[in-house]
């Protein structure tokens, strides 16, 4: 079966991204698929960050707050950057999904500040230093 009629046999979706540090997540909210749960890059969340339970955690609180845990199928992809970087993107991408299922949810998800994206990026390295701000160790003699 192709792509295609995998997501048309999943039904309407809404979508949101989500951008952190150098991370981008295109995230799908299916609101009557047949299956449940979030999956990331099409591995099931938990086993993405397996390693980690407080990321596990991040990607799921949007919807733990608003009591939908089991409730929708997201689809997530996410490319870029490092796994705490991707998690908060697909954070924000959930949440962002989510406001535009339904407008009433923005005051819950605003109070939790999941629809505030995080501008903070990696500065970039200068000439003759050795890191963003770091400069060479100065020798006096």
Known sequence: MSEDN????????????GRRKSSIAKVRVYDKAKEK???INDKDYKEYFMKNNILVEKVNSPLKLLNF???FLVSVKVLGGGSNGQAEAVRLGIARALLAM??????????NDYLTRD??????????????RRAPQWKKR
């Open 37 to 39: 749960g979030i999956t």
């Open 6 to 17: 995998q997501e048309e046999n999943k039904g309407k979706y809404f979508y949101a991204t």
């Open 69 to 71: 845990e089991d409730k």
């Open 102 to 111: 339904n407008g009433d949810f923005k005051k819950e998800l605003r109070a």
């Open 119 to 132: 501008p903070r990026k990696v500065e970039r390295k200068k000439p003759g230093l050795k890191k963003a």
